[in-house]
Protein backbone atom coordinates (compact mmCIF):
# COMPACT_ATOMS: atom_id res chain seq x y z
CA UNK A 1 0.00 0.00 0.00
CA UNK A 2 1.35 3.41 -0.95
CA UNK A 3 1.68 5.94 2.09
CA UNK A 4 -0.59 8.75 1.45
CA UNK A 5 1.24 12.32 -0.13
CA UNK A 6 0.84 15.45 1.73
CA UNK A 7 -1.89 17.22 0.96
CA UNK A 8 -0.42 19.95 -0.79
CA UNK A 9 0.68 17.87 -3.43
CA UNK A 10 -2.40 16.19 -4.07
CA UNK A 11 -4.25 18.57 -5.33
CA UNK A 12 -4.94 19.43 -8.81
CA UNK A 13 -3.61 21.98 -11.02
CA UNK A 14 -5.75 24.77 -10.89
CA UNK A 15 -6.96 24.36 -7.03
CA UNK A 16 -5.17 26.79 -5.47
CA UNK A 17 -7.16 29.11 -7.83
CA UNK A 18 -10.09 27.51 -6.39
CA UNK A 19 -9.03 27.50 -2.87
CA UNK A 20 -7.70 30.79 -2.97
CA UNK A 21 -4.40 28.80 -1.33
CA UNK A 22 -0.98 31.02 -1.64
CA UNK A 23 -1.23 34.74 -3.42
CA UNK A 24 -4.57 34.39 -4.45
CA UNK A 25 -5.45 35.46 -1.04
CA UNK A 26 -4.67 38.61 -1.50
CA UNK A 27 -3.28 39.05 -5.21
CA UNK A 28 -4.73 39.16 -8.78
CA UNK A 29 -2.91 39.76 -11.96
CA UNK A 30 -3.20 42.87 -13.61
CA UNK A 31 -2.33 43.56 -17.46
CA UNK A 32 -0.26 46.68 -17.20
CA UNK A 33 0.23 48.51 -20.61
CA UNK A 34 3.07 50.88 -19.97
CA UNK A 35 5.93 53.24 -22.31
CA UNK A 36 9.53 51.84 -22.58
CA UNK A 37 10.80 54.29 -19.76
CA UNK A 38 13.19 56.08 -21.94
CA UNK A 39 9.79 56.66 -24.02
CA UNK A 40 7.47 57.79 -20.77
CA UNK A 41 10.27 60.23 -19.61
CA UNK A 42 11.19 62.05 -22.68
CA UNK A 43 9.43 65.69 -22.61
CA UNK A 44 9.19 65.57 -26.19
CA UNK A 45 7.27 62.50 -26.61
CA UNK A 46 9.56 60.50 -28.73
CA UNK A 47 9.83 57.19 -29.79
CA UNK A 48 13.21 56.74 -28.39
CA UNK A 49 12.86 52.94 -28.78
CA UNK A 50 11.86 52.73 -32.16
CA UNK A 51 14.09 55.25 -33.56
CA UNK A 52 17.42 53.79 -31.65
CA UNK A 53 16.55 50.03 -33.25
CA UNK A 54 16.98 51.83 -36.76
CA UNK A 55 19.82 53.74 -35.68
CA UNK A 56 21.52 50.46 -34.35
CA UNK A 57 21.00 48.64 -37.48
CA UNK A 58 22.49 51.52 -39.73
CA UNK A 59 19.22 53.09 -40.90
CA UNK A 60 20.51 56.07 -39.71
CA UNK A 61 17.75 58.17 -42.23
CA UNK A 62 14.86 56.27 -40.73
CA UNK A 63 16.02 57.01 -37.06
CA UNK A 64 16.31 60.68 -38.27
CA UNK A 65 12.51 60.67 -39.84
CA UNK A 66 11.52 58.77 -37.06
CA UNK A 67 12.45 61.53 -34.81
CA UNK A 68 11.10 64.49 -36.65
CA UNK A 69 8.01 62.85 -36.63
CA UNK A 70 7.86 63.92 -32.77
CA UNK A 71 10.90 66.52 -32.59
CA UNK A 72 11.68 68.83 -35.37
CA UNK A 73 15.38 69.83 -33.93
CA UNK A 74 17.23 66.76 -33.07
CA UNK A 75 20.83 68.40 -33.52
CA UNK A 76 19.71 71.05 -31.33
CA UNK A 77 18.08 69.09 -28.75
CA UNK A 78 21.15 66.76 -29.03
CA UNK A 79 23.57 69.42 -27.45
CA UNK A 80 20.88 70.98 -24.92
CA UNK A 81 18.77 67.89 -24.02
CA UNK A 82 19.32 67.51 -20.29
CA UNK A 83 18.81 63.69 -20.99
CA UNK A 84 15.95 62.24 -18.70
CA UNK A 85 15.50 59.41 -20.73
CA UNK A 86 19.38 58.63 -20.08
CA UNK A 87 18.26 58.73 -16.55
CA UNK A 88 15.56 56.52 -16.69
CA UNK A 89 16.67 53.81 -18.69
CA UNK A 90 16.62 49.91 -17.52
CA UNK A 91 20.23 49.29 -19.16
CA UNK A 92 21.34 52.16 -16.39
CA UNK A 93 20.67 48.92 -13.71
CA UNK A 94 23.08 46.64 -15.48
CA UNK A 95 26.36 48.99 -16.33
CA UNK A 96 25.07 52.36 -17.64
CA UNK A 97 22.79 54.10 -19.43
CA UNK A 98 22.17 54.38 -23.93
CA UNK A 99 23.69 57.02 -24.98
CA UNK A 100 20.21 58.42 -26.21
CA UNK A 101 21.54 62.10 -26.53
CA UNK A 102 24.65 61.55 -28.00
CA UNK A 103 22.65 58.89 -30.70
CA UNK A 104 20.27 62.18 -31.60
CA UNK A 105 23.01 64.73 -31.81
CA UNK A 106 24.87 62.40 -34.34
CA UNK A 107 21.47 62.19 -36.43
CA UNK A 108 20.69 65.74 -36.43
CA UNK A 109 24.31 66.69 -37.42
CA UNK A 110 24.14 63.46 -40.25
CA UNK A 111 20.77 64.71 -41.60
CA UNK A 112 22.58 68.47 -42.11
CA UNK A 113 25.76 66.96 -43.16
CA UNK A 114 23.32 65.09 -45.74
CA UNK A 115 20.73 67.28 -46.57
CA UNK A 116 17.96 65.14 -45.92
CA UNK A 117 14.74 67.40 -46.17
CA UNK A 118 11.06 66.75 -45.19
CA UNK A 119 8.55 66.64 -47.64
CA UNK A 120 5.92 69.34 -48.34
CA UNK A 121 2.28 69.00 -47.69
CA UNK A 122 0.76 67.26 -50.59
CA UNK A 123 -2.34 69.28 -50.29
CA UNK A 124 -3.13 72.85 -48.70
CA UNK A 125 -6.16 73.32 -46.63
CA UNK A 126 -6.90 76.61 -47.26
CA UNK A 127 -6.40 77.73 -43.61
CA UNK A 128 -4.67 80.58 -42.64
CA UNK A 129 -2.25 80.31 -38.99
CA UNK A 130 -0.33 83.31 -37.46
CA UNK A 131 2.53 81.95 -34.98
CA UNK A 132 2.96 84.82 -32.26
CA UNK A 133 7.05 83.94 -31.07
CA UNK A 134 9.72 82.36 -33.09
CA UNK A 135 10.98 80.50 -30.14
CA UNK A 136 11.51 76.40 -30.40
CA UNK A 137 6.85 76.24 -29.31
CA UNK A 138 6.39 78.70 -32.37
CA UNK A 139 8.59 76.90 -34.87
CA UNK A 140 7.83 73.70 -33.71
CA UNK A 141 3.69 74.35 -34.00
CA UNK A 142 4.51 76.33 -37.35
CA UNK A 143 6.23 72.88 -38.10
CA UNK A 144 3.68 70.91 -37.91
CA UNK A 145 0.67 73.11 -39.29
CA UNK A 146 2.64 73.69 -42.20
CA UNK A 147 2.86 69.63 -42.60
CA UNK A 148 -1.03 69.76 -42.14
CA UNK A 149 -1.45 71.75 -45.11
CA UNK A 150 -1.98 75.25 -43.20
CA UNK A 151 -0.68 78.42 -44.68
CA UNK A 152 1.63 79.84 -41.08
CA UNK A 153 3.33 83.33 -40.42
CA UNK A 154 5.79 83.71 -37.70
CA UNK A 155 6.07 86.91 -36.41
CA UNK A 156 8.84 87.58 -33.88
CA UNK A 157 9.94 91.43 -32.42
CA UNK A 158 13.68 89.70 -32.77
CA UNK A 159 15.44 90.22 -35.94
CA UNK A 160 16.32 85.80 -36.22
CA UNK A 161 13.80 83.12 -35.19
CA UNK A 162 15.17 80.70 -32.58
CA UNK A 163 13.78 82.74 -29.08
CA UNK A 164 15.62 81.58 -26.68
CA UNK A 165 17.56 79.02 -28.30
CA UNK A 166 19.64 81.48 -30.36
CA UNK A 167 19.36 84.29 -27.40
CA UNK A 168 19.44 82.42 -24.18
CA UNK A 169 22.04 79.09 -25.48
CA UNK A 170 25.49 80.78 -25.72
CA UNK A 171 27.50 79.37 -29.02
CA UNK A 172 29.57 77.26 -27.52
CA UNK A 173 26.73 75.16 -26.47
CA UNK A 174 24.55 75.50 -29.66
CA UNK A 175 26.59 76.87 -32.89
CA UNK A 176 24.47 78.69 -34.54
CA UNK A 177 25.55 77.23 -38.01
CA UNK A 178 23.37 73.98 -36.39
CA UNK A 179 20.56 76.23 -35.32
CA UNK A 180 20.15 78.03 -38.12
CA UNK A 181 20.40 74.41 -40.20
CA UNK A 182 17.71 73.18 -38.58
CA UNK A 183 15.73 76.65 -38.26
CA UNK A 184 15.94 76.85 -42.47
CA UNK A 185 14.40 73.22 -42.45
CA UNK A 186 10.89 74.61 -41.04
CA UNK A 187 10.94 77.67 -43.33
CA UNK A 188 12.00 76.10 -46.75
CA UNK A 189 8.42 74.19 -46.11
CA UNK A 190 6.84 77.58 -46.73
CA UNK A 191 6.55 78.96 -43.28
CA UNK A 192 6.79 82.87 -43.55
CA UNK A 193 8.64 84.59 -40.85
CA UNK A 194 8.23 88.56 -40.01
CA UNK A 195 10.89 89.67 -37.71
CA UNK A 196 10.83 92.97 -35.90
CA UNK A 197 7.05 92.19 -35.50
CA UNK A 198 6.30 92.92 -32.02
CA UNK A 199 2.06 91.68 -31.72
CA UNK A 200 0.45 93.87 -29.37
CA UNK A 201 -2.74 93.05 -30.16
CA UNK A 202 -3.76 89.67 -30.94
CA UNK A 203 -7.30 89.81 -31.94
CA UNK A 204 -6.69 92.82 -34.42
CA UNK A 205 -3.14 90.72 -35.63
CA UNK A 206 -6.11 88.12 -36.61
CA UNK A 207 -8.63 90.36 -37.95
CA UNK A 208 -6.33 92.42 -39.93
CA UNK A 209 -4.41 89.31 -41.07
CA UNK A 210 -7.28 87.41 -42.44
CA UNK A 211 -5.77 84.23 -40.01
CA UNK A 212 -8.09 81.07 -39.39
CA UNK A 213 -6.35 80.34 -35.57
CA UNK A 214 -3.13 82.05 -33.61
CA UNK A 215 -1.11 80.32 -31.45
CA UNK A 216 0.90 81.71 -28.76
CA UNK A 217 4.46 81.30 -28.07
CA UNK A 218 5.49 84.20 -26.41
CA UNK A 219 8.09 82.29 -24.21
CA UNK A 220 9.56 83.08 -20.74
CA UNK A 221 12.92 85.28 -21.22
CA UNK A 222 12.95 86.09 -17.32
CA UNK A 223 14.73 84.07 -15.12
CA UNK A 224 14.00 82.27 -11.77
CA UNK A 225 15.69 84.02 -8.94
CA UNK A 226 16.68 81.35 -5.94
CA UNK A 227 16.20 82.43 -2.55
CA UNK A 228 19.54 83.12 -1.43
CA UNK A 229 21.11 85.05 1.67
CA UNK A 230 22.15 88.18 0.40
CA UNK A 231 20.81 87.68 -2.99
CA UNK A 232 20.58 90.79 -3.47
CA UNK A 233 23.87 92.27 -2.76
CA UNK A 234 26.27 89.22 -3.72
CA UNK A 235 27.54 88.72 -7.38
CA UNK A 236 24.81 86.34 -8.70
CA UNK A 237 23.82 86.19 -12.24
CA UNK A 238 20.71 84.52 -12.42
CA UNK A 239 20.01 81.60 -14.84
CA UNK A 240 16.81 80.74 -17.74
Not at 12 to 36: C, I, K, M
Not at 178 to 207: M, Q, T, Y
Amino acid sequence: MEPEKPFAITLDVGSSRVNHTGAWRSERPVYVDLLPPCNRSCPSGQDIRGWLWHAESGGYENAWRAIMADNPFPAVLGRICYRPCETACNRGRLDESVGINSVERFLGDEAIRRGWTVAPPSRESGRRVLVVGAGPAGLSAAFRLRLLGHAVTVRDAEAEPGGMLRYGVPRYRLPRDVLDAEIRRVLDLGVGFEPHSRVADVRAAKEDGGFDAVFLAVGAHVGRRADLPAGDSARILDAV
